[in-house]
């Protein structure tokens, strides 16, 4: 269990509420979708998907 009231959280009742709320209200997919963090050096939402102009 994470202490999130220590460091590097520091969070107080009502930070954690929300955090603990919006957890359980995550999907699986969202919840694995928070593992990634994707690089990219552009807003284009074609190229961050892997498309390419050749399908």
């Keep these: 269990m994470v202490d999130l009231k220590a460091n590097p959280f520091y969070l ?4 954690i509420a929300w955090v603990e709320e919006t957890k359980n209200q995550m999907t699986l997919e969202e919840k694995i979708g928070q593992l990634f963090c994707p690089v990219g050096f552009t807003t284009d939402r074609d190229v961050l998907k892997g498309k390419t102009s050749e399908g």
Excluded: K, P, S, W
């Design 12 to 15: 107080d009742d009502e930070a």
